[in-house]
């Protein structure tokens, strides 16, 4: 069991030492990451997920529950450490959605019955209803995306849950960050949506190849985070009438709220 993953300080691109001693995350927490094209947002990652002991080019160590991780967790694929979830991830499989929930529930050794509670979970996060005997393949791009978080969530142990690019995957952005953190994930996630990154506790600041600044979110950036976030749902409701060919209405309650604030 995963409590806590510790990142003791390396070196930047120009090879100076960084900033820190010791980040400490403990399980549930979401972590934003943010910086610049070629900050090492993505280096940072690999450290992680590599449970790198200073023998990567940032000469990083991670710890896991404040211990140097046993080699097996290192080099077994099957213990593997982070769940990637990204815009651009598609299912494959020509299997029905309750196949491949079960198929995969099997593998991990869980029971198959999972997939009727992964099923019911994903269809929290999108406004188009997921049924157990559609085929993988014709899930749209919001439908796929709330599938893999839920079974992120429910089936899959790794016990860190890496987030990158999911701006615009057409799911409940913030329920999809609960649903995994509250399962007692630790969360990384790698944007620069607002939404997104006022949603987490702590953000790294990566610069040169290295972690510049470490930014806890203030309370009047989670006071902004809950407005952004009434914005982002309204935005979300929207989308779903316009795409069942309705007529938007300024006057329908939920959106009037929001609009009265931007408006006046
Ligand atoms: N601490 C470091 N020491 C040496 N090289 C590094 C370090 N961190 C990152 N790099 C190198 O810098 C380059 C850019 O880093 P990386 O791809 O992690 O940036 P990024 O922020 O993920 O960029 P993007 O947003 O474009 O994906 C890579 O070649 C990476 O190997």
Same mark, same amino acid.
């Given at each position: 069991m995963i409590q806590s993953i510790s990142i003791l300080a390396g070196k930047n691109k120009v090879g100076l030492a960084e900033r820190f001693s010791e980040i400490h995350i403990d399980a549930g927490e979401i972590i934003g990451i943010v910086g610049p094209t070629g900050s090492g947002k993505s280096a940072l990652i690999e450290d992680i997920e590599q449970l790198a002991?200073?023998? %990567?080019?940032?000469s990083r160590q991670i710890l896991l529950n404040g211990k140097v991780p046993d080699a097996d967790l290192r080099? +077994?694929?099957?213990?593997?450490?982070v769940a990637q979830l990204s815009q651009n991830m598609n299912f494959l499989a020509d299997m029905t959605v309750d196949e491949f929930l079960r198929l995969h529930a099997k593998c991990r050794g869980k029971?198959?019955?999972?997939s009727e509670k992964v099923i019911y979970y994903a269809n929290s996060l999108t406004g188009e209803p997921i049924r157990?005997?559609?085929?993988? %393949?014709?899930?749209?791009g919001g439908q796929s995306r709330s599938l893999m978080v839920a079974d992120v969530a429910?089936?899959? +142990?790794?016990p860190v849950v890496l987030i990158d690019?999911?701006?615009?995957?057409?799911?409940?952005k913030h329920e999809a960050l609960e649903l995994l953190s509250g399962n007692g994930k630790i969360i990384l996630v790698v944007t620069h949506d607002p939404v997104l990154a006022l949603l987490t506790q702590r953000r790294l600041v990566m610069r040169k190849g290295g972690v510049e600044k470490i930014l806890t979110t203030t309370e009047d950036e989670k006071r902004l985070s809950v407005y952004l976030n009434q914005v982002d749902r309204e935005l979300f409701t929207i989308r779903e009438q316009v795409r069942h060919g309705e007529e938007i209405s300024l006057e329908a309650s939920s959106v009037a709220s929001v609009t009265e604030n931007i408006i006046g």
């Open positions: 002991q200073r023998d %990567t080019t940032s080099f +077994d694929p099957k213990k593997k450490l029971d198959s019955l999972l157990k005997d559609m085929n993988l %393949t014709v899930l749209s429910f089936i899959s +142990d790794s690019e999911i701006e615009n995957a057409g799911i409940k």
